[in-house]
C-alpha cells in the first residue's frame, strides 16, 4: 500500500497533470453545494485537494462523513487551481480526488488546531498532542530541530567527539534541590543538575573535546523560563584559556542563530566584566537594547538632610537612580505609587523615591531635603532633563541592585523603548568566585566550586579573602536571557581542596561528596574549561516566546506537574517498601 508519492508541501505548477496519493490531517473543509474543498495538512505543508460533482457517490459519502483533524487518503489528478492562493506554496495547484480512504476520523475537538486564538495553558497541556499541531507548537519544534542539526554539525566540524553521561548519580552540595531515586539497597541515586563533575572526568580521561546534548534536572522554584527536567548542551576543552573558548563558543552562537532565525549575528560579541554590569544595569544578565541605566548617588547623598539617604549611604548602602525619560505627565502618583509596590514586594525595598523634573524646576515630596548644590548634583549625575522622573532607591547592594534592575525592564517594557525584532548578544565576564547567602549567613560559590580564580586575584584568595575574589568564568547573555555559561576549572588539587576549605567543607565532608572527583585530579588533569548552554531558554528567546513551554514538546507546569500523564503520581504500597520507603504525606481534606 502507498499512503502518499508526494508530501503536503511539495506540489507545484510544474506537477499539473499527475496522478498523486497523499495522506494526511483535514485542517479545514468547506462545502459548497457542488463542490467540497478540503485543506489536507502533513508536517511540509497545506494542499487544498477538491472533491468535483462528478466524484463517485462513495467518495462523496467518505467526504461528508469526514471530520475536522480526521485523517484520510486520497488519489487524484494535479489541476492548476482557478483562485490561486499567494500565501500558501502550494497555492497555484488543487487535487482533484478519485479515490478517498478514511485512515481514522476525529472525535470532537476540545478546543480547534487551526487559527492563533489564545488558548488556556491548561488545555493545551493536557492535549499537548493536538497542542503541537497548530501552527505555534509546530513552528518551535521545528526551530529547535534547526537549531539541534546546527549544534552537532558545528560541534563535530570542530572536533569534539559526542559522550553521554549517568543519568543515575551521587547528589552533591551546592546549586539547587536534587532529584533524588531510591535503590534497592535502601540508598539514593540523584538525578543530574547537569554532567559538570563528569564532563571535567572525561578532560582528566583525555578526551579533550566533549559536547553532550543533555537531559538535566533541578528540583526548584519554577517560572516562565525554567523547568524542572530541561536540555542542555554540555561542552568542555582541554588546554584552553579563557578567550579560546570564548572564541570557540561565540562561533556556535552565530551558527545556531542563523540556523534558527535566518538572520546574521554579524558583529563581535562584547565583553562586560561583571561588576560593570551591575553597576550599570543591576543585573549580571542585562538587556542592553535600550538605555535607562541605574546612576551612582551614593556620595551626594553621604552628607544630605534626608536622613533615608544620608544614613544608607553612612552605612555601607548604596543609593542608585534611574531616569524615566519622559515621564514627569504621564506618571502620576498612581502610577509612581504602583512601581514602589513592585519594588518593594518583590525585592524587600523599603521603599522608592522619586523626582520629577519639569520646565518650571524639580517637584518631588523630598525636594525640601536638598541644597541648591545637591539637587544640582542629582540632575548632573543622572543626565534628566525636563519632562523626565528620576526614581531612586537606597538600601543594602543586593536590594537596590536587584530592585533597580527589574524596574529598569519594567520601564523599558512598559515605556515601550525595547526594539523587540532586534537580537543582542553579550558576554558578562569575570564572575565573583564567592557570593554572601543571607539565608544561610555564609559564602556559597556563586557558579560551583570547580572554578578557577584569576591569576591577579589568586594572593587575596590564598590570604583569605572572600568578597573580591573573580573567576576566569563566562555567561552568555541573549536580549536579557542568560543563555550559557561557563568558566575555566580548576585543575590542581590544592587549590581545589583551599576553595572546599573556603566554603565551609572539612577534608572529610570533601572527600564524602567529591572523594573520586579530588582522587582523579592526582593522576595528570590537564588545563581545562568549558560551559553549558540552557537549550530550551535560547530557543525561547530566539523564537520571541514569554514562556520556555512553548518550545518544549512535553513541559510541566509551575507546579511541575504533567497534566497530559497527569504525572508525579501514586505508586503501590509494595513498590515503596521494596525500596524501603513509606510516604508521610497527608493529603489535605476539603
Given amino acids: ?245 570564548m572564541n570557540e563558543i561565540e562561533g556556535l552562537a552565530k551558527k545556531v542563530f542563523a540556523g534558527v532565525t535566518g538572520e546574521e549575528a554579524n558583529y563581535s560579541f562584547e565583553r562586560m566584566p561583571y561588576a560593570e554590569a551591575m553597576e550599570r544595569f543591576g543585573s549580571d544578565k542585562p538587556d542592553v537594547r535600550f538605555g535607562v541605566e541605574l546612576k551612582e548617588l551614593t556620595d551626594i547623598m553621604a552628607g544630605c538632610g534626608f536622613k533615608a539617604f544620608s544614613g544608607v549611604a553612612n552605612s555601607g548602602g548604596l543609593v542608585k537612580a534611574v531616569v524615566a525619560p519622559g515621564c514627569a505627565e504621564s506618571f502620576s502618583r498612581k502610577v509612581l505609587g504602583d512601581y514602589e509596590n513592585y519594588v518593594k514586594t518583590y525585592f524587600g525595598a523599603k521603599g522608592l523615591a522619586w523626582i520629577k523634573v519639569t520646565e518650571e524646576g524639580v517637584n518631588s515630596p523630598i525636594a525640601k531635603f536638598f541644597s541648591e548644590e545637591e539637587m544640582a548634583a542629582i540632575l548632573e549625575r543622572t543626565g534628566a532633563v525636563a519632562g523626565d522622573v528620576i526614581m531612586i532607591l537606597a538600601d543594602k547592594e543586593k536590594v537596590v541592585y536587584d530592585g533597580l534592575g527589574a524596574l529598569r525592564l519594567a520601564l523599558g517594557k512598559d515605556l515601550d523603548l525595547i526594539d523587540k525584532n532586534e537580537f543582542k548578544f553579550l558576554w558578562i565576564v569575570d564572575f565573583p568566585m564567592f557570593e554572601w547567602s543571607e539565608e544561610e549567613e555564609r559564602y556559597k560559590a556563586q557558579h560551583h566550586p570547580f572554578t578557577s580564580i584569576k591569576e591577579e586575584d589568586m594572593e587575596a584568595f590564598l590570604a583569605g579573602e572572600m568578597k573580591s575574589v573573580r573567576t576566569n568564568s563566562y555567561d552568555m547573555v541573549l536580549n536579557g536571557s542568560e543563555i550559557g555559561g561557563g568558566s575555566i576549572r580548576i585543575h590542581n588539587q590544592d587549590v581545589q581542596a583551599k576553595v572546599f576549605k573556603q566554603l565551609g567543607l572539612s577534608d ?77 504525606f497527608v493529603e489535605e481534606t476539603k
Avoid at 572536533?159 to 539547587?176: H, I, R
Fill in 1 to 245: 500500500m502507498t499512503y502518499r508519492t508526494h508530501n503536503l508541501g511539495e506540489l507545484r505548477k510544474e506537477d499539473i497533470g499527475k496522478r498523486v496519493t497523499l495522506s494526511g490531517w483535514v485542517a479545514t473543509k468547506r462545502d459548497l453545494g457542488g463542490l467540497t474543498f478540503i485543506d489536507l495538512r502533513d508536517r511540509e505543508g497545506v494542499t487544498q485537494i477538491v472533491f468535483p460533482d462528478n466524484v463517485s457517490e462513495e467518495v462523496a459519502k467518505l467526504a461528508n462523513e469526514i471530520r475536522t483533524e480526521g485523517v484520510i487518503k486520497i488519489t487524484g489528478e494535479v489541476k492548476e487551481r482557478f483562485s490561486k492562493n499567494a500565501n500558501m506554496p502550494t497555492g497555484d495547484i488543487e487535487v482533484f480526488v478519485e479515490e478517498m480512504e478514511i485512515l481514522n476520523n476525529c472525535d470532537v475537538l476540545p478546543f480547534q488546531v487551526t487559527g492563533d486564538e489564545n488558548l488556556s495553558e491548561t488545555i493545551r497541556l493536557k492535549y499537548r498532542y493536538l497542542d503541537i499541531r497548530r501552527n505555534q507548537m509546530a513552528r518551535n519544534l521545528r526551530a529547535r530541530h534547526n537549531m539541534m542539526t546546527a549544534i552537532r554539525e558545528y560541534m563535530n566540524e570542530k572536533g569534539f567527539m559526542d559522550v553521554d553521561t549517568p543519568l543515575l548519580t551521587k547528589s552533591t552540595p551546592e546549586g539547587a534541590r536534587d532529584f533524588l531515586v531510591p535503590s534497592r539497597s535502601g540508598e539514593f541515586y540523584a538525578l543530574p543538575q547537569s554532567p559538570q563533575l563528569f564532563k571535567q572526568l572525561l578532560m582528566v580521561a583525555g578526551i579533550e573535546r566533549y559536547y553532550q546534548v543533555a537531559k538535566c534536572f533541578r528540583d526548584e522554584d519554577l517560572r516562565a523560563d525554567r523547568q524542572p527536567e530541561f536540555t542542555q548542551l554540555d561542552i568542555e576543552m582541554s588546554f584552553v584559556t579563557m578567550d579560546d573558548v
Fill in 508 to 584: 572529610e565532608e570533601a572527600r564524602e561528596k567529591f572523594g573520586f572527583f579530588i582522587d582523579a585530579f592526582k593522576y595528570g588533569a590537564p588545563p581545562h574549561g568549558g560551559l553549558a548552554f540552557g537549550i530550551d531558554r535560547w530557543l525561547m528567546v530566539m523564537m520571541k516566546e514569554e514562556s520556555i513551554r512553548d518550545v518544549m514538546p512535553f513541559p510541566k507546569t509551575n507546579k511541575g506537574q504533567c497534566l497530559m500523564t497527569e504525572a508525579p503520581g501514586k505508586v503501590e504500597e509494595d513498590q515503596l517498601e521494596e525500596l524501603f520507603l513509606k510516604s508521610t
